[in-house]
């Protein structure tokens, strides 16, 4: 599991629930592990654990917003505030 980081998928406000549930689906096929999901109205999307080679796959597709439904994904990292 060498290769597995964490990262956030963000997707679009207007995904559907069932399309979330399918990139979670690959996350898990391909070893990954869901740590978190996110439906608000603020923000749609989860946290996972994956392989890199997935997360690079996620991002090539999605890059410039070219993807119908994920809107981004990044490294997962601690936040702090002041």
Do not use: C, W
């Not at 559907?16 to 690959?26: A, F, L, N, Q, R």
């Not at 923000?43 to 080679?53: E, N, V």
């Amino acid at each position: 599991m060498a290769d597995h980081k964490p990262y956030v998928v963000i997707f679009k406000n207007s995904t559907p629930s069932s399309v979330i549930d399918e990139e979670t689906k690959k996350v898990e096929s391909q070893g990954g592990k869901i740590k978190q999901r996110f439906d608000s109205e603020i923000m749609k999307g989860f946290a996972a654990t994956m392989p890199t080679s997935h997360a690079d796959s996620i991002q090539s597709l999605s890059a410039g917003g070219k993807h119908e439904h994920i809107d981004y994904i990044e490294p997962d990292s601690e936040v702090k505030t002041q």
